[in-house]
């Protein structure tokens, strides 16, 4: 059986489960035979209306056997843009559930794992077209999450997010929550997937040392990269960072021959990010991007585009925090990245506000499952043992806790 590195358990490791849980919303659609949101059945015109997107999405389908994984993990594919509008009808009023051995949490990621790397795919989700269509897939999905109806997953049953095995593996008893209460008191499972932690659950590394830097998210090391580019071909293998393509061409002159660390986050941990440094919020930059575009050169990434977190940090939905550092450490920034449905990254910061180190700079809406933070040529002096990046990808990495110790300038 095949077993496949998929990091931060955004999908199962074994493909089996995937195609279960694939075949099992296949019918679940079927069944349920509703029709079409109003979205889904804008996108639908979307396709057949413009030429180059029929082509796209007919295509994308057509090729996929240049793709399919070893005949032993079981071959179950979506098998044409019509198959795929329904099955992403019946996602938009469900939630993901917990499963600890095959968790879903990125379901329209799944149904697209297969066409999103053909020739047809790569193209289709870097259009600005596509990903303005898909942002209000999107959205329509988070109203659906943000609603109360959304709560159904969150109960004690083997697949609801309240079960031992869950509260377990999230250490609930570190977050905010009311045990007693229905739902333990979240109004929502985004209400649920942004939950906060209790005072004093992540103490942070030396408050009062500025050059001691703080993890800004519980995430795994990905990659730390030094003497970063003005411009570089993110696109390649080894997905070089590109600064003027990372930050939009905001204050990259500040950044060249500096640092980068990227770091992922898992499915089941903490999703608010925190100032790593004390300073002031010099800009907040959003960037609209793509959602589902993964690196041509990584070939087919059974968990795309998890494998090209480095290229996304280029491309995808993102929204930049330039923090000007109190001394030495000056201006830094935070990128919060989208990946795939996991898109949404919201500030809670103004700029030209003050903020001290291990204060919350804002949160991930079901959403911005890797991060970066940029560095100035020469200001990293080591980085902590545990923020070293570990395997291929960062596979092996460890979860760094928020607030803990990262790196000395």
Not at 68 to 79: A, F, M, Y
Not at 173 to 178: A, G, I, S, Y
Not at 323 to 351: F, N, Q, R, W, Y
Request: net charge negative.
């Amino acid at each position: 059986m095949r077993h496949t590195a998929r990091l931060g358990r955004w999908l199962p490791f074994d493909q089996k489960h995937l195609n279960d849980w694939l075949k099992k919303t296949i019918e679940g659609s079927k069944q349920k035979k509703a029709p079409f949101h109003p979205v889904i059945e804008e996108f639908r015109r979307m396709i057949e209306n413009d030429p180059e997107m029929y082509m796209y999405f007919t295509q994308m389908f057509e090729q996929q056997p240049l793709f399919s994984p070893p005949p032993e993990s079981g071959d179950i594919k979506i098998q044409d843009y019509h198959q795929m509008l329904e099955i992403i009808n019946h996602i938009l009023s469900s939630a993901p559930e917990f499963n600890t051995t095959a968790m879903v949490g990125c379901p329209i990621n799944a149904i697209l794992d297969f066409p999103m790397i053909t020739p047809a795919g790569l193209a289709a989700f870097l259009s600005p077209k596509v990903n303005v269509m898909l942002k209000k897939v999107l959205k329509a999905w988070t109203q659906y999450l943000d609603s109360p109806d959304s709560r159904y997953v969150l109960n004690d049953s083997e697949n609801g997010w309240l079960s031992p095995q869950a509260l377990q593996l999230l250490h609930m008893d570190d977050f905010l929550h009311d045990p007693k209460a229905p739902y333990f008191g979240f109004k929502s499972w985004n209400d649920f997937f942004i939950r906060q932690l209790k005072p004093g659950a992540r103490p942070v590394a030396e408050p009062d040392n500025d050059k001691v830097i703080a993890s800004a998210c519980e995430a795994a090391p990905f990659a730390i990269s030094t003497n970063v580019k003005e411009c570089d071909a993110f696109w390649l293998k080894s997905q070089p960072y590109s600064l003027r393509h990372m930050l939009d061409g905001q204050f990259v002159d500040e950044f060249i021959g500096g640092t980068v660390y990227q770091a992922f986050l898992s499915a089941d941990n903490y999703h608010r990010w925190h100032s790593p440094v004390s300073g002031t919020i010099k800009k907040i930059h959003h960037l609209e991007g793509t959602y589902f575009s993964e690196a041509p050169s990584e070939g087919f990434d059974p968990a795309g585009p998890c494998n090209s977190q480095g290229y996304i940090a280029h491309t995808a939905a993102r929204a930049l925090v330039f923090i000007e550092a109190d001394h030495p450490i000056g201006l830094m920034c935070l990128i919060a990245v989208g990946m795939a449905e996991v898109s949404t990254c919201i500030a809670t910061v103004k700029e030209q506000s003050k903020v001290k180190k291990g204060d919350q700079l804002g949160y991930i809406q079901f959403g911005g499952s890797t991060h970066c933070l940029l560095f100035r040529k020469g200001v990293i002096s080591q980085f902590a043992a545990q923020a070293l990046p570990q395997g291929p990808n960062g596979i092996s990495s460890p979860i760094v806790k928020v607030n803990s110790l990262l790196a000395i300038a």
